[in-house]
C-alpha cells in the first residue's frame, strides 16, 4: 500500500511513519515544515533503513498539492497535517481556522478528483468538551471549547457530510487522547517551540534544567489526589493504531478513540517520571488552568474490537522515553 502522509514531520506523524515502513508500506510525506524540521526525514531513513518521498508543500496552497496527486499514485492518506497550540488558537483563531480547514478542504477536494477514497484523519479527545461521565465512548456528545477544538469538529463535521454524499470514501476519524513517549531510539520525539502547553514537554525541560519549575494546575479537582487525571497513551502504541485503521476490513464512516482507558494524575505521572529517570523535577501548585476539566480517559473497547488495538506501553515506559528524547537532544 502506498500512502501519502500529511504532516509526516510532525511529532505523531513521524512515529506513525516508523510503523508505515515496517508494515511494508511505501510513504509520501507533504509537510510545509511550520512546526517541524526537514531533518526528521534522515532521521526516519536511518532508523528504518528505508526510504521515504517528502514534498516542502503547504496543503492550503491547492496548486501546489495537486502536482503530488498528479506524480504519484498512492492508495490512502493519513491526514495529520494541522496546528495544535490550544492557547494559540485562542489568540489567533483566524490563522487556524485558515490552516486547519482550508488544508483540508483542498485535500479532500483533490482525492475526490483524483479517486483516492481512504482517509485516516487525526481527530482529538477535545471534542468530547466536558465529558458527562468516565471513561469516555465514541457516541458522548461533543462540543468545543476554544478554535483549535473547533477545526477539529468541524473537520469532522466535513468528513461525515462528505461521506453522506458519497458513500465510495472510505473514512476513519482517530480521536487521540494524550499522546506522549518517543521511539527508543531517541531520535524522534515532541519539540515544541518555546515554552510548552503540555504536561510531558514540561516536565522533561524541568527535569534537564531548561526550565525552572513544574505549574501544577491546580491541586483541588475532583480526582484521586485533587490534580487533573488524563489518559497519557505512547506514541508508538498510536502509530499502531493508524495502521491497525489502514488493515481495517470494516469500511464505511468510523470513529475511534486511541487512549489506554487509564487516567494518570498529573502528581502520579511526575512522580512516575522521577523514580524511573532517577531525577528531580521541582514543582508547584499553581491556580487552576482556565478551561481544564476535572477528568478525561477513553474508552477504548470499540477500537479494540473493531481495529484490534492493544495498547502495550506502561506509564513508566512513557516516562522513559521522552526523557531519553529529550537527553539525546
Ligand atoms: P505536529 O505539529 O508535531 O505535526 C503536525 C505537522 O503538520 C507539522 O510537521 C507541521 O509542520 C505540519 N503542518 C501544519 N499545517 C500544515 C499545512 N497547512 N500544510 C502542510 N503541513 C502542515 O503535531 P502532532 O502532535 O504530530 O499532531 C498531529 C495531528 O494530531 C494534528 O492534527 C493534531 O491536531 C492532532 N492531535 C495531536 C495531539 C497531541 O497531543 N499531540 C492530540 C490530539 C490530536
Ligand atoms: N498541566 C499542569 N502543568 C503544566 C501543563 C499541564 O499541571 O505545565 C496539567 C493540566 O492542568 C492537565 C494535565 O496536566 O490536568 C494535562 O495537560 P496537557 O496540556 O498536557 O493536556 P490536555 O489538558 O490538553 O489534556
Known sequence: ????????????????????LKNDMEVIIVDSLINSKKDVIDKIKKITGKDVTFYEIDLCDKEKLRTIFEKEKFDSVIHFAGLKA??????????????NLISTINLLDLMKEYNVKKIVFSSSATVY??????????????????????????????LKDLYKSDNSFDITILR????????????L???????PNNLMPYIVRVAVGKLPILNIFGDDYNTVDGTGVRDYIHVCDLADGHVLALKNKKTGLKIYNLGTGKGTSVLELVNTFEHVNNVKVNRQIAPRRDGDIDACYASNELAKQELGFNPKYTIEDMCRDSYNFVKNN
Open 176 to 187: 487521540y487522547f494524550n499522546p506522549i513517549g518517543a521511539d527508543k531510539s531517541g531520535l
Open 86 to 99: 490550544v492557547g494559540e488558537s485562542v489568540e489567533k483563531p483566524l490563522m487556524y481556522y485558515e490552516n
Open 1 to 20: 500500500m502506498k500512502v501519502l502522509v500529511t504532516g509526516g514531520c510532525g511529532y505523531i506523524g513521524s512515529h506513525t511513519i516508523l510503523e508505515l
Open 129 to 158: 468538551g466536558n465529558p458527562q461521565s468516565l471513561p469516555i465512548k465514541e457516541d458522548f456528545p461533543l462540543s468545543t471549547t476554544n478554535p483549535y477544538g473547533t477545526t477539529k469538529l468541524m473537520i469532522e463535521t466535513i
Open 189 to 195: 520525539g515532541e519539540d515544541p517551540n518555546g515554552i
